[in-house]
């Protein structure tokens, strides 16, 4: 049924840029909302950045506010993360969730989960 699943991530070095991907399927993005978690060794998990694509809403981040840019592409069902000027702290597993719309912003109630994609980001 309802899949998502990460690409994108890799090794980049502080100041790079990497994009990733959140293909869905099982299910149309403009029903659900999309958020980007990550989660670093050692740390909680903690959102990153969410979107609405049926209530054109984003959300992000304090820490990555600037920096980090999410969007949608309803033709491809594809959410992405555009994630510019990074720096060592940005390194984690980011992770994929969709979920039902909460009203007023563009973050889902979470109840499905990617497998994750690796942000290393390193000299």
């Known amino acids: 049924q309802v899949q998502l699943v990460e690409s994108g991530g890799g090794l980049v070095q502080p100041g790079g840029s990497l994009r990733l991907s959140c293909a869905a399927s099982?299910?149309?993005?403009?029903?659900?909302?999309i958020a980007w978690y990550r989660q670093a060794p050692g740390r909680e998990r903690e959102s990153v950045a969410c979107?609405?694509?049926?209530?054109?809403?984003?959300a992000s981040a304090g820490s990555v506010k600037g920096r980090f840019t999410i969007s949608g592409d309803s033709a491809k069902n594809t959410v992405y993360l555009q994630m510019n000027s990074l720096k060592p702290e940005d390194t984690a597993v980011y992770y994929c969730?969709?979920?039902?719309?909460?009203?007023?912003?563009?973050?889902?109630?979470?109840?499905?989960w990617g497998q994750g994609t690796q942000v290393t980001v390193s000299s």
């Open positions: 969730a969709a979920g039902g719309i909460l009203y007023g912003n563009g973050c889902p109630s979470v109840s499905h």
């Open positions: 099982g299910f149309s993005l403009d029903d659900y909302a």
């Open positions: 979107i609405s694509t049926r209530d054109g809403i984003t």
